[in-house]
């Protein structure tokens, strides 16, 4: 157990409909990334909170959104969801310093259907 | 440029043999650390090993070690006495910056062989 917890595990649903994923890091750690991985893309990073600030965004489309809380707990907001937005989504946490891991969650399996 | 390669898609390896799968990352930061995840069928995504860049000796953690060759900036993982359960995707990981920012590889899907 990583110390990451995710939910929901399973999520199905069906296009155009909007979501909440929702991550509890690890106690302790600032930082909060979430990654979003199907099979013919790979991991794909999102987006990264420090501190309920935004510090890196990647490649994260314009229908989803995140925030991280002051309690720094997250949520990843996907909007008009297609097909292709069925994915494995993880968050991750870190402590934000030099010398951290990052810690993966169990992820969410996303069905859009 | 990629931060991070791994250019082993796919590793085949017999039960009990050891395997070495590459990792090559680009940085410029002096100060980073290079991690190694575990990815197997059921999905989770297990940290295995982690090695910082001041770090003198490599990093061993059971049947994992990882060759740190820093000026060819490269992180092998080699993995010991193979395992059916070792069977799963592998991925090569950087931090850098401070805050972190995390980069990952690909990955490597390694198939242990009875």
């Known amino acids: 157990d990583s110390g990451v917890t995710q939910t929901p595990k399973h999520l199905i649903t069906a296009t155009g409909q909007r979501v909440t994923l929702r991550c509890s890091p690890r106690?302790?750690?600032?930082?909060v990334y979430w990654y979003q991985q199907s099979l013919d893309q790979g991991l794909q990073f999102l987006i990264q909170y420090y501190n309920g600030e935004e510090r890196a965004k990647g490649n994260i489309l314009e229908r989803f959104s995140a925030q991280q809380f002051p309690d720094l707990h997250s949520e990843l907001n996907l909007s008009s969801l297609e097909l292709g937005d069925s994915a494995l989504y993880f968050c991750?946490?870190?402590?934000?310093?030099?010398?951290?891991?990052?810690?993966f969650g169990p992820g969410t399996r996303l069905t859009v259907l | 440029a990629q931060k991070i390669t791994q250019t082993q898609p796919g590793m085949f390896v017999q039960e009990k043999e050891a395997v070495t799968l590459d990792c090559t990352y680009d940085t410029s930061d002096p100060s980073y650390g290079l991690f190694w995840y575990k990815q197997p069928s059921s999905g989770e995504m297990i940290f295995l090993i982690y090695q910082g860049s001041y770090d003198q000796q490599n990093a061993t953690e059971g049947r994992y070690s990882l060759n740190f060759q820093k000026a060819r900036k490269s992180a092998n993982l080699v993995i010991s006495a193979s395992q059916l359960g070792d069977s799963a995707m592998y991925f090569c990981a950087m931090r850098e910056g401070n805050p972190s920012q995390f980069y990952f590889g690909t990955g490597t899907s390694l198939t242990v062989i009875p």
């Open positions: 991750a946490s870190s402590g934000g310093h030099l010398t951290d891991t990052q810690y």
């Open positions: 106690s302790g750690d600032l930082s």
